[in-house]
């Protein structure tokens, strides 16, 4: 459901609360008071239908509904007046929008060469976003004007459904995408990002099956899902139907002995999965999980994981990591892109190839300058330019499809992306086959915000429960 009508029907019920405490029955909203014939005959025919509820939306949910209807240059109009000369505050998971916001003023200025506004753009350490815009949602007019932000699961249950963030969908966003603002229901995402599994190549062993990486003695390099919360997303995705269906069939394809390793996990993991509720292949996500969680080693950052893969010292090592890495390693004589193989690119392989997970964007529901959010919103998911602060690197796909087809004929990710001066640089790994082909043969896990957070007190106390690899 989206956030207007949560909001709505919410506000609605605490209206309704209000007046019978006050000894006054509560107004039947399922139809309007009678009307004398007079009154009916003299009103115009379309006061018949019931307006729409305005009056239940706050005052940066009524910008935002009228905002959904105009274009960019419509918005960039609204922002102009609204944010010349003032101070635009955004919070955001990914440093990048520092780099997106003097693209967006330049933007700005080519339509009103007098306008100037100064930035501040935070990333909070440790997964204290949340708590940063919780607190900032406690004043009447809140610092931040928006916010580009990770972990669906977290901002299901913590930022919208208690209302402190409001979806903007730019109507040339929806266009592309074949919608409305009106029937589109979801988040706005900026992009998706994939984590990939990647081995060192430089000496005899082979995956070639994402049972693989959990067998015994293989310790992965993974950025500790207590650091990283989105990481816990991905092992509860694991339990849906479809995704441990994808783990079922890759197990059936082991030879029997390599079965037979696993098989008693499995068979242990029945109870559990039954318990859980979860569909005829639980049991082998949670096997999958469990041996996961138990043998990777944890690391603070993607960054150092990839340094080390890269090194032609770290023979037979793996890790699932953003893949947008690669971009950079610089080439040595000991350090080369070419010493890593990109697993689910290697003919063969089976299972799934890595992890979907989504930067959002949203107004905050207090937000100093909502024209400006969302124009600034608009201008990232709507242009190449707008997006280019993330599009020069493989691994990140535009939610626009106009965006994501602008961004692969300016960078040329499918060959290893271009040079300064143009030329591809072509390196294997680095030749990206794009979201389409991740999210079917790369068999991509990608994140869904409802399911992550249904399931986060039932699977995620399961997690919970699991004994750390303390290698």
Known sequence: MKLKKLTALFLA?????????????????????????????????EQNTPAPVDENLSDVQKIIKEAEGMTLEELAQKAIEESNGKTFFGVGNSSRGKSALPLFIEYLQSIDSSYSMEFDWQQPKNNKIFDQLTADSLKPEGTFAM???????????????????????????AEANS?????????????TLNKVFMYNNTGSK?????????????????MDIDSEIVGKNFLYMLTQDKYAGWLKEAFDALSADEQAYFQPTINEMKADAEDLGLGENGAYALAWIKLWVESYNA?????????????????DQFGLLVYSKLRSVEESSSVSVNNINVAAYDDGYTGIGGFGYCHYLFVTD??????????????????????????????????????AAGTEEKY????????????????????????????????????????????????????????????
């Open 147 to 173: 916010t580009l932000i990770q972990d669906g699961n977290q901002i299901e249950s913590k930022m919208v459904q208690t209302g402190i963030l409001d979806t903007f969908i730019p109507k040339e966003w």
């Open 206 to 222: 082979i995956y070639d099956n994402c049972w693989d990486f959990i067998a015994e003695g293989e310790h992965g390099l993974y």
């Open 366 to 403: 207090n937000s100093p300058l909502p024209w400006t959010a969302c124009a600034f919103i608009a201008y990232m998911t709507e242009t190449v330019d707008g997006f280019s602060a993330w599009g020069k690197d493989m691994g990140g796909y535009s939610s626009n499809p106009t965006v």
């Open 13 to 45: 019920c605490a209206m309704a609360l209000s007046l019978a405490a006050c000894g006054t029955p509560a107004a039947d909203n399922s139809a309007p008071p009678q009307e004398s014939k007079e009154a009916q005959a003299s009103a115009p025919a």
């Open 299 to 315: 690391q603070t950052d993607d960054g150092p994981i990839c340094n080390t893969l890269v090194d032609k010292s770290a023979t």
């Open 179 to 191: 919608t409305s603002a009106d029937s589109y229901d979801g988040y706005l995402a900026l992009q």
């Open 412 to 471: 040329g990710h499918s060959k290893g992306g271009m040079a300064e001066d143009g030329a591809t640089v072509e390196f294997e790994a680095k030749n990206d086959r794009g979201y389409d082909w991740w999210t079917t043969d790369g068999k991509l896990v990608l994140e869904d915000p409802e399911y992550c957070a249904e399931v986060s007190f039932t699977v995620g106390s399961w997690v919970e429960m699991l004994t750390k690899y303390a290698g």
